[in-house]
């Protein structure tokens, strides 16, 4: 590791917070056939792990097994490991470290943020480490150079300072090249989420290998020849294969124990789904997962969300098993049974008398994602950015302010919306010949969706970022909405009132979109590295220019200080209003398909320049490491039931629990 081409911002935080992500109340509540689903649906989750470190980096597997073979070589009796290779205990603790953080992001790359984080220790520390066992060493050998390389420091389109596995191999494509793959599997109706894509040239004829996950096979792969540049397109099934049938194996088993039909429909969808690579039966099993109304155990598993592809349209593997909190989903409930009445006063619905009141670009009937429990893990971020005459209200208050925002974000933030689209010919889910009066323009729609074209394929790497900065914003907008704060026991007399979690959450809307910068790359690509950070500069910026000082930045250039300031009384006035603006554009440009003009307009709202790049360097010094959970396994005993196992909230807790997953 050489200390002077290494940027500081990616050594790995001294002290990374761990914490235990426990469980045990909630499971102990589930009957005995519960917790078996729950274990099979467990296992299959974390089956996924290779899938992901496949997805991060070239690297990542290889510097996951070297993390589990020192741990399985030396028991997990790292004292003795110290004493064995002669490593001093402290630059153990170090690389511990890392190993808890690596695990903790299932990659060598941060979850938030997609940057490249590397060991706090040195080269020859790691292959002192390495000696312990031969398997090691070998391990070693292979991740020596990558594992402390600065670069590339970020995911993104494949380049000298950035990578992407979703493009492996040697040759680099570029953006034309993968819209022009994209384009092809289009044609032929080929969903892009479970694939990656690999370039090779033989004899000067380019070949694009759409590597499709899928458990079976081909023996000759399907072959596509885009007709208006002659290049080859493949499509090879079998990626991920192994991990696929592990993960069919143990759903098979989850079946078992299904609480009803609809969960033995949907684990046979997802089975055929990752058995043959078609992505048809996945969207089968949410259409059946939607149904499956507040299950004991709720399960989330394939390949969900394309947040970390450049291009916006291949996902990511995700595995989730979760337990109900029965008390909270009942407000949740609540909150459903009366969303059309919320609906209907969101932006592009206020004075529609048409579609029940709820207008032309949303839905007849309102289809929520599943809602048993929303949690969301929220970090302290107040003290950096506020004045200590604030601060301890703040974090007084910035739980409930920031659970309900997440409700609201995930119940009508991403269950709203109407997307205009053309079936076929003369077939529209809207009225062609009297087209919906478009808003921002106060004339006729002119654009919709084609026939095949898809909401990620139009907006490509704009679609996860626009889709999250909607959700937000709906949140910002209707959480000053006191008959729906009522909902969740909040009003005018409770100890923290309604307007306290307005003006919280208008304070977290500040310093949020103060630290999105910590994920702005200042390089040669200048971007973004995370689509929700992105979303929350761009409510910052509204919220700057909302008028008459309702936020303001105060920036101490000699001191690096920045202090957010927030004028309470001008929230309805000032702060709504611009949230109401910034949310009406994008559900339009959305629901339109208009990527032209919503390109143009989010790309400026969002450029970081001037004095928030000055902004940005105050933020990066005043960065916290993000947390890391360790998580508990389930273990099916020789009796055939199961137990819980959790582990402590150390580095040293954390290895052991992946170490005992056996994967």
Request: charged share 25%; glycine share 6%.
């Amino acid at each position: 590791m050489n200390s002077l081409d290494l940027d500081k911002h990616m050594l790995v935080a001294e002290e990374p917070p761990i914490c235990l992500l426990t469980i045990r109340e909630p499971f102990e509540r589930l009957t005995a056939e519960e917790k078996l689903y729950a274990h099979h649906m467990a296992r299959a989750a974390w089956y996924g792990t290779r899938i992901i470190l496949r997805q991060v980096s070239p690297e990542s597997t290889p510097i996951f097994d070297f993390i589990i073979e020192i741990h399985r070589a030396c028991g997990g009796r790292w004292q003795w490991l110290a004493d064995q290779t002669v490593v001093p205990r402290d630059s153990l603790q170090q690389f511990l470290k890392y190993a808890a953080v690596f695990l903790g992001n299932i990659g060598n790359y941060y979850g938030t943020g997609d940057q490249k984080f590397i060991p706090r220790v040195s080269d020859k520390t790691l292959e002192s480490i390495a000696s312990i066992s031969r398997r090691a060493t070998e391990l070693y050998m292979i991740i020596a150079g990558p594992i402390s390389a600065p670069r590339p420091s970020s995911l993104g389109y494949p380049s000298d300072v950035a990578q992407s596995a979703y493009y492996p191999g040697d040759i680099q494509l570029s953006r034309q090249e993968i819209s022009l793959v994209s384009a092809t599997l289009e044609r032929n109706s080929i969903y892009p989420e479970n694939s990656r894509v690999l370039k090779s040239v033989e004899q000067g004829k380019t070949t694009y290998e759409v590597l499709q996950a899928s458990i079976e096979k081909d023996g000759t792969p399907a072959e596509f020849v885009t007709p208006d540049v002659g290049v080859r397109v493949r499509l090879v099934r079998g990626d991920h294969s192994e991990e696929l049938e592990y993960i069919y194996d143990c759903l098979g088993n989850a079946k078992r124990y299904a609480a009803n039909d609809l969960q033995k429909r949907y684990i046979e969808q997802l089975q055929e789904s990752f058995k043959v690579g078609d992505i048809e039966p996945y969207k089968e099993s949410q259409r059946i997962w939607v149904k499956d109304l507040a299950p004991s155990v709720e399960t989330i598993l394939g390949f969900i969300e394309p947040y970390r592809d450049p291009h916006g349209t291949r996902a990511e593997f995700e595995g989730i098993v979760a337990f109900v909190d029965t008390e909270e989903s009942k407000a949740l409930t609540s909150l459903v049974d009366k969303s059309t009445k919320f609906i209907r006063r969101l932006p592009w619905a206020t004075n529609s008398k048409e579609n029940d009141g709820k207008g032309p670009f949303e839905k007849g009937t309102f289809e929520p994602p599943d809602f048993t429990s929303i949690h969301e893990y929220s970090e302290e971020m107040a003290p950096a950015f506020l004045s200590p005459t604030e601060a301890p209200t703040f974090l007084n208050h910035k739980y409930h302010a920031f659970y309900l925002w997440v409700v609201i974000h995930e119940l009508l933030g991403h269950g709203t919306g109407k997307l205009l689209t053309q079936d076929g010919p003369n077939e529209y889910n809207f009225d062609i010949e009297n087209p919906p009066i478009d808003p921002l323009t106060g004339r006729p729609v002119v654009c919709w969706y084609r026939p095949g074209q898809t909401w990620t394929g139009v907006f490509g790497d704009l679609a996860t970022t626009i889709d999250e900065c909607r959700a937000e914003c709906v949140g910002a907008y209707l959480i000053s909405d006191k008959e729906l704060l009522a909902i969740f026991g909040f009003d005018d007399h409770t100890e923290i009132t309604a307007d306290d979690l307005t003006y919280n959450l208008y304070l977290q809307l500040g310093v949020g979109g103060l630290r999105a910068l910590e994920n702005y790359i200042v390089d040669d690509r200048q971007k973004w590295g995370q689509a929700h950070s992105r979303a929350h500069f761009a409510m910052l910026r509204v919220l700057l220019d909302a008028g008459n000082e309702f936020l303001r930045v105060e920036y101490t250039k000699s001191t690096n200080s920045i202090i957010v300031h927030v004028n309470r009384t001008k929230i309805l006035s000032h702060g709504r209003p611009a949230i109401a603006s910034l949310l009406l554009r994008l559900h339009i440009y959305r629901c339109t398909a208009d990527i032209e003009a919503c390109r143009s307009y989010y790309e400026g709202l969002t450029a970081v320049e001037g004095v928030f790049l000055e902004w940005r360097e105050v933020v990066l010094a005043k960065k916290k490491p993000r947390h890391v959970f360790v998580q508990a396994n389930t273990v099916l005993e020789e009796d055939g039931t199961v137990s819980l196992h959790e582990y402590g909230a150390s580095a040293e807790g954390m290895i052991q629990s992946w170490a005992e997953r056996g994967l």
